[in-house]
């Protein structure tokens, strides 16, 4: 039992580059989350999803899309990468909408 | 928003005492939430408290609501040098708005 999985680990991009990032969860979890943390900022949900082919957006939307194809996965995209988008990015998962959230280990983005 | 908001920002103590952070929310919730990150990791579920409860143990953890202050304390008792990590409250609502996580408290545990 994996748990929730991102890939990959760590990026760099130019500006105005794409990238897809990959969240994987084996818990056959509902619910699951793309957040991002930035120092002195906190989590900040960027979009979520509340089931297989259902996505909605969060706090921080702009910039980013995502799809869930398959329930077990969640993919967030970035169309055209901007500076302001380097953070650490967290992917979670929860059973119940209000459960409790289990996170990735996260992925380190810089784009310059 | 109802974000939660910890207090202090940071908290450094030596290996044994006690560790006291808290948590204040704006608005009616459903549940209350506390999350431990290690540096360079993910977070990690550490206790949920619902609005009807006012108090919850976890082996060295205790957890307090008192929603009518609109405020958590977690309580590390006897801590350890393992313990040094950020703390963070999260709060979910009654509606359909996604759980809110606060900003956190950074504990540094001195050995």
């Known amino acids: 039992n994996a748990g929730v999985t991102q890939t990959p680990k760590f990026r760099v991009l130019k500006t105005g580059q794409s990238m897809t990032l990959l969240c994987a969860q084996d818990m056959n979890h509902e619910y699951m989350y793309w957040y991002r943390q930035d120092p002195g900022m906190g989590l900040r949900l960027i979009h979520y999803?509340?089931?297989?082919?259902?996505?909605a957006k969060g706090e921080v939307p702009d910039g980013y899309n995502v799809s869930r194809l398959k329930k077990q996965n969640f993919l967030l995209g970035l169309e055209s990468a901007a500076p302001s988008q380097t953070s650490v990015y967290f992917c979670?998962?929860?059973?119940?909408?209000?459960?409790?959230?289990?996170f990735g280990p996260g992925t380190r983005l810089t784009v310059t | 928003s109802q974000q939660g908001e910890e207090d202090p920002q940071a908290l450094s103590i030596q290996e044994g005492e006690n560790a006291t952070m808290n948590c204040s929310y704006k608005?009616?919730?459903?549940?209350l939430q506390w999350y431990r990150q290690n540096s360079g990791r993910g977070l990690v579920h550490l206790i949920l408290i619902r609005s009807n409860e006012r108090e919850k143990h976890s082996g060295r953890l205790r957890v307090t609501l008192d929603t009518s202050k609109k405020s958590s304390s977690l309580l590390i008792t006897a801590s350890r040098a393992a313990d040094t990590a950020s703390y963070f409250c999260a709060t979910g609502d009654s509606g359909n708005t996604p759980l809110v996580f606060g900003k956190g408290t950074r504990l540094s545990v001195i050995a």
């Open positions: 999803s509340v089931g297989e082919g259902t996505t």
């Open positions: 979670a998962s929860s059973y119940g909408w209000r459960g409790e959230q289990y």
């Open positions: 608005t009616s919730i459903n549940n």
